[in-house]
């Protein structure tokens, strides 16, 4: 059984940073591209970044370059983002997922509020 447990949401500062963390089980984790993707309020699901298996490859939607960044830790089956100078529209549920995404991975996802 695959499971996707996100970590790490909080409410910060407009300005502050976060590091969110994503445990993956039940999936061959390190021959997988993984990504982060977020959903705000009102809002359709979107893509924020990813990461191939080995962590050669990256790409970010283009609102978050060079204020986010996705790692992976292969041995923990671990997924990360880092999220500096936090803005307002940053705010939103955080979700990981296998790239391209499966709908069956969904999991419950990490609030990250951002207070200005």
């Known amino acids: 059984q695959v499971q996707l447990v996100e970590s790490g949401g909080k409410l910060v500062q407009a300005g502050g940073s976060l590091r969110l963390s994503c445990a993956a089980s039940?999936?061959?984790?390190?021959?997988?591209?993984m990504g982060w993707f977020r959903q705000a309020p009102g809002q359709e699901r979107e893509f924020v970044a990813s990461?191939?298996?080995?962590?050669?490859?990256?790409n970010y939607v283009g609102s978050v370059k060079g204020r986010f960044t996705i790692s992976r830790d292969n041995a923990e089956r671990t997924l990360y983002l880092q999220i500096d100078d936090l803005k307002a529209e940053d705010t939103a549920v955080y979700y990981c997922?296998?790239?391209?995404?499966?709908?069956?991975?969904w999991g419950q996802g990490t609030q990250v509020t951002v207070s200005s």
């Open positions: 997922n296998t790239i391209p995404p499966n709908s069956a991975y």
């Open positions: 039940g999936l061959p984790f390190r021959y997988l591209s």
């Open positions: 990461i191939s298996g080995g962590s050669t490859q990256t």
